[in-house]
């Protein structure tokens, strides 16, 4: 009997094993089917803005909807930058990205450095408090923040907007998680080999913390040059606007909005995240999934 068992169970687990192939390519498919229409789902709105930003403006909202535009308006384009100083706009966004983006680096990786490899009372505790404020939303302190900075003579100045974002807790949250992942041997080494703790933050900390970097850099630059309610609150002079209040000065009124020119704007405002987006999505990707783990 037991002979009898021992046959029949391994040509049952063998019939198993000869349709799990089957069930795992159908699973595949339909994974990959489902990963289809989300992108599907996720790039229409896109795909509609580049559509209607080479429409004329009357037929931008036409019922039905057109997707594909019938005469192809090219001259938005060239009208955005005849017709505004978007020019002006870019360079003070990209001023302010870039700017914020490298302070917020320099300080969530340093800051990171300190509440991960140096030993002081009370350190758990001032982090918890430090990643607490995240949970604060921002509109309960503008307020606040604004009396501050307008006594100290910084509104209607690009240096609001950076002091305001110097600083972030979800930076050096995001840091302290990666430098957990790093051995603790290494900086030991470099103690040893007698750097102080500044050079074994910036010679071994730092090179080895490349992916996290890029996600802080990737997340802070997007998040900074979509910003519309801090430039809106603290911009008023048209000359330091960025490309979020001046795209949005085109939206005068109801009935007086070229909306195929306000599309080509919009585009334009896309097309620089769309394209660093994609040249570091490698690292952003590897970023966030090694800031998780701990070594």
């Known amino acids: 009997m037991s002979e009898t068992m021992t046959l029949v169970a391994p040509r049952a687990t063998r019939r198993q094993a000869g349709s799990s192939p089957v069930a795992r390519r159908a699973g595949r498919i339909a994974l990959y089917a489902a990963l289809i229409i989300a992108a599907a789902a996720l790039l229409t709105p896109f795909f509609w803005m580049v559509m209607s930003s080479l429409k004329e403006a009357n037929s931008v909202f036409s019922v039905p909807v057109r997707w594909l535009p019938e005469v192809f308006v090219w001259e938005n384009y060239v009208d955005i930058w005849q017709r505004s100083d978007i020019l002006t706009w870019i360079r003070n966004t990209l001023v302010l990205s870039v700017t914020v983006t490298a302070l ?38 503008m307020i606040p923040q604004f009396i501050m900075l307008t006594n100290a003579g910084l509104a209607n100045t690009l240096w609001s907007i950076i002091f305001l ?17 790093i051995p603790e041997e290494l900086s030991e080494a470099g103690r040893l080999d007698g750097l102080s703790e500044y050079g074994i933050w910036w010679r071994i900390m730092v090179p080895l913390s490349v992916p996290a970097i890029a996600s802080l850099s990737l ?23 960025t490309l979020q209040l001046g795209l949005q000065n085109f939206v005068t009124s109801l009935y007086d909005v070229d909306y195929g020119v306000l599309f080509a704007g919009l585009v334009i405002s896309v097309l620089p995240i769309a394209i660093i987006f994609l040249l570091g999505q490698r690292f952003f990707v590897e970023g966030i999934a090694t800031s998780g783990m701990k070594g």
């Open 219 to 241: 997340l802070t630059f997007v998040n900074t040059w979509n910003d519309y309610l801090g430039p809106l609150i603290y911009l008023r002079d048209p000359s330091l606007w």
């Open 104 to 141: 917020q680096v320099l300080t969530g990786s340093f800051a990171a450095y300190g509440f991960s490899r140096v030993r002081f009372p009370g350190r758990n505790g001032l982090f918890l408090l430090y990643v607490a404020t995240i949970a604060v939303p921002w509109q309960s302190y």
């Open 165 to 181: 974002q110097t600083f972030s807790a979800f930076g050096v949250f995001l840091m302290k998680q990666f430098y957990e992942t």
